[in-house]
């Protein structure tokens, strides 16, 4: 969680919302990190899950990710749940949750489906405080209370 | 829907699920075409719907699309029903209802709930019959019947 913690620092030091993923393997080795990019990258689903997942899936050139950790410092969006699950990712463990945007705890908590073929292990909470207190201090120190909802 | 149902007939050719997609902006022209390609990337978030997203927003270097129509021979994923609400798309027209793997009128339905910050129109069942005629081709020329769920 410290590596996906620094990866969240990194994302707010470029003005992007301050969450950070890493994927590790089965032996614990880290196959990818990645801050969120949504604005160096315009692209609205470049969450930090979702580059971590895809850069580890190149790195091995393989579609599944089926003995691999997923940690990230902010329960996953839907879109991000559903990458998971598309990954075949082993288990999930996350920091914060996530009310207002979750997709796994709240709202339509993707994995709780028939339609969803592979529900990972699921940690929530992990470094919770630490992992809420980059978000909630990156959102103060923006001007504009409106930019808070999403990334 | 034709550009679209165009775009699945070449991913079935490619051996891939065969879905495609594309995004048209305010005025009726095209931005992106794309097919599924999770086997030739080794990605299994390669979707037809997703590609086609990240082209439109990379060519306007934009990271919403708020004027933009999706046009998907399948039902929308959990993923791409996610990324369809992230991109701030205005429209979804799509062809063939997906009860098993859905996310739009099956499953989670990403876009009913509160923590769906944005909700397309949404347009099912059109071209429904060629859009489902050509999946169901392609999984009856495969060996493996187990193959035939998700991409």
Redesign the interface.
């Known amino acids: 969680m410290q590596r996906a913690l620094n990866e969240a620092r990194k994302a707010a030091e470029c003005g992007e919302v301050p969450v950070g993923a890493v994927v590790t393997d089965g032996a614990g080795a880290v196959l990818a990190t990645a801050s969120n990019a949504?604005?160096a990258?315009?692209?609205?689903?470049a969450h930090a899950e979702?580059l971590a997942?895809?850069a580890a899936?190149?790195r091995?050139?393989?579609?599944?990710l089926v003995d691999c950790t997923l940690t990230v410092t902010l329960e996953p969006?839907?879109?991000c749940?559903?990458?998971i699950a598309?990954?075949?990712i082993k288990r999930l463990v996350f920091g914060a949750y996530d009310?207002?945007?979750?997709?796994v705890e709240?709202?339509?908590?993707?994995f709780?489906?028939?339609?969803?073929?592979h529900r990972p292990e699921v940690i929530g909470g992990v470094d919770e405080r630490e992992s809420a207190a980059i978000l909630r201090d990156f959102f103060e120190n923006r001007r504009d209370p409106a930019n808070s909802?999403?990334r």
Do not use: I, M, Q
């Open positions: 949504v604005e990258r315009h692209d609205a689903t979702l997942l895809r899936a190149a091995r050139g393989e579609k599944y969006c839907p879109l749940a559903a990458a598309l990954f075949r009310p207002k945007s979750g997709g709240h709202g339509p908590r993707v709780d489906h028939a339609t969803c073929h909802a999403g």
